[in-house]
């Protein structure tokens, strides 16, 4: 039997996330070619609703996957978890769908994690990415040993030093940044009374890359591309879950350096909180080109996000780790 009925609206908006080449596709698959379908996208959806037995076969395919799914929900003002696998978004939809389409904000259960009562920092750092860096300025003075290896990436080769040896200019930019992105990124929690601040998929690369592992009860490992996902994806911490993120941007908790290529390395560790409950720490690593088209323009090419709940007596800092540590949160 065909899909019909209120479920149509929302799958045809969800088909139209495809690119013409994979709707055309999913369309041969479902009519197994015994049709001869138009190729034009308005036919190829209708040929996919009329041969398709049911929502839940749809939704299965292999060529709707996960992501589709997520930035799916996401334009729908719903925010599932991030750790949320296929299966779980796929009922979600069908919750979505059920309802009639009347889109109500959605937050995820909070897991049982030990907590202890803290309130995050707020940072205020110049707007990103119009960073203006200068070479005169002077560095926060932190006490940390050398830390000074090669790491490999898609870029060759980078050296992590402490910041103790950094250019200084280099070191501003990345605090300024640590503190822009952070800042950006909290003010879309609901919980903030600020007005949000500018926070889009115009400060990532078109392939931009988001590798994220959340220690826990269980491990969670993904990988999302492409500029808007992982805007998305950042943006689904802060609102659909209302989490924030209090970055060790003054005490040993950035280290920065660049390579011949132009990638800026940031590495930033802190406390992640939800209310007035600390659930852990972070640290993160950030790989930023410059925008050719702007003198101080940079823009995310990359970033690598662990977290970690525990218990949770200072704030982190990255002066405390090993070089091996240091290398496992820089290499890609």
């Known amino acids: 039997m065909p899909i019909s009925g209120t479920k149509t609206t929302g799958c045809k908006d969800l088909l139209k996330l495809m690119k013409d080449d994979e709707l055309f596709s999913l369309a041969d698959t479902v009519t197994k070619k015994q049709v001869e379908v138009a190729r034009s996208k308005k036919e190829a959806v209708k040929a996919i609703l009329s041969f398709s037995t049911s929502v839940e076969e749809l939704l299965n395919r292999q060529k709707i996957n996960r992501d589709m799914l997520f930035k799916y929900l996401m334009t729908k003002k719903v925010f599932p978890s991030v750790s949320s696998k296929k299966a779980d978004l796929i009922m979600e939809v069908l919750k979505l769908w059920a309802n009639d389409a009347q889109v109500q904000p959605h937050s995820p259960q909070a897991s049982a994690l030990p907590t202890q009562s803290s309130s995050p920092r707020s940072t205020s750092g110049q707007a990103f990415p119009a960073v203006e860096v200068n070479s005169q300025s002077t560095l926060t003075s932190v006490s940390s040993p050398t830390i000074n290896y090669i790491v490999s ?100 908790g950035i280290m920065v350096d660049t390579n011949p290529h132009g990638l800026v390395v940031v590495l930033v560790c802190g406390t992640v909180h939800r209310g007035n409950h600390c659930l852990g720490v972070f640290e993160q690593m950030f790989g930023l080109i410059k925008d050719p088209r702007f003198d101080n323009n940079w823009k995310i090419k990359i970033s690598k996000l662990k977290m970690h709940a525990m218990a949770v007596s200072q704030l982190p800092r990255l002066t405390d780790k090993s070089p091996e540590e240091i290398q496992d949160l820089a290499v890609v």
């Open 153 to 252: 990436n898609q870029y060759n080769v980078v050296n992590v030093n402490s910041p103790s040896n950094t250019d200084p200019g280099v070191q501003k930019l990345g605090e300024n940044f640590a503190r822009w992105f952070f800042d950006a990124l909290n003010s879309h929690n609901p919980s903030k009374s600020l007005h949000t601040k500018d926070f889009g998929p115009h400060h990532f690369l078109d392939d931009a890359e988001l590798l994220l592992l959340v220690l826990g009860p269980s491990e969670t490992r993904d990988r999302i591309c492409g500029q808007q996902a992982v805007c998305d994806r950042f943006l689904a911490f802060v609102k659909g879950e209302d989490l924030l993120f209090n970055p060790n941007c003054d005490h040993g």
